[in-house]
């Protein structure tokens, strides 16, 4: 048997490597097929005062940071780096916070029951926190990371499968030596 489970797992890390490694480095090339960020432009600006503020544990070693705003019935959330910056400044009593939002992009997470829609940029008090820029390339820096990610899978899967495929040749061939050997016709 050629492939062991060893072999299987290669295989597949190297399809999960090539599918990742394509998809990321397409959208690279063409925006529209994947990750985009929206346009300055498109998005809304929301100016108030923080009614309040919740700590989340994003998953990835970051937190997000969800709030909601006195003056509206929308809930925000911020998920890039420098959260606990952010949630500092949201943190300030009667602070004048002015955020960018993409309406079109909400989600409710589990267990909650109230839709969040992105922040792209945290101005307090005329003080930039966290500017359009800096998130946008935050954002970029991580999905230029996920790329590697799967380039870095389809090398080392593609290594362990031609090393595991070493061994087993080696293995089988010294099998198919050995019974390969001439007989000796016996002396009458």
Same mark, same amino acid.
């Given at each position: 048997?050629?492939?062991?489970?060893?072999?299987?797992?290669?295989?597949?890390?190297?399809?999960?490597?090539?599918?990742?490694?394509?998809?990321?480095?397409?959208?690279?090339?063409?925006?529209?097929?994947?990750?985009?960020?929206?346009?300055?432009?498109?998005?809304?600006?929301?100016?108030?005062?923080?009614?309040?503020?919740?700590?989340?544990?994003? !998953?990835?070693?970051?937190? *997000?940071?969800? $709030?909601?705003?006195? #003056?509206?019935? =929308? &809930?925000?959330?911020? /998920?890039?780096?420098?959260?606990?910056?952010?949630?500092?400044?949201?943190?300030?009593?009667?602070?004048?916070?002015?955020?960018?939002?993409?309406?079109?992009?909400?989600?409710?997470?589990?267990?909650?029951?109230?839709?969040?829609?992105?922040?792209?940029?945290?101005?307090?008090?005329?003080?930039?926190?966290?500017?359009?820029?800096?998130?946008?390339?935050?954002?970029?820096?991580?999905?230029?990371?996920?790329?590697?990610?799967?380039? !870095?899978?389809?090398?080392? *899967?593609?290594? $362990?499968?031609?090393? #595991?495929?070493? =061994? &087993?040749?080696?293995? /089988?061939?010294?099998?198919?030596?050995?019974?390969?050997?001439?007989?000796?016709?016996?002396?009458?």
């Amino acid at each position: 048997m050629l492939y062991n489970k060893d072999s299987v797992a290669a295989l597949f890390g190297i399809l999960l490597g090539l599918l990742i490694t394509a998809y990321f480095g397409l959208t690279l090339v063409y925006p529209e097929l994947g990750f985009t960020q929206p346009e300055r432009e498109v998005l809304e600006r929301f100016k108030g005062t923080v009614e309040w503020v919740k700590e989340t544990e994003a !998953g990835r070693g970051e937190d *997000s940071i969800r $709030f909601k705003f006195k #003056e509206f019935e =929308k &809930y925000f959330v911020y /998920h890039s780096t420098e959260a606990s910056l952010v949630k500092e400044e949201l943190e300030i009593p009667n602070s004048n916070i002015e955020i960018l939002v993409d309406m079109s992009d909400s989600h409710s997470p589990p267990l909650d029951e109230h839709s969040y829609h992105t922040v792209y940029e945290v101005v307090s008090d005329s003080a930039n926190v966290r500017s359009y820029e800096q998130v946008k390339n935050a954002y970029m820096s991580d999905f230029k990371s996920i790329l590697w990610i799967g380039v !870095g899978l389809f090398v080392f *899967s593609a290594l $362990f499968l031609l090393y #595991e495929t070493y =061994k &087993y040749r080696r293995k /089988h061939n010294k099998k198919i030596m050995v019974g390969t050997r001439k007989q000796r016709a016996p002396r009458i």
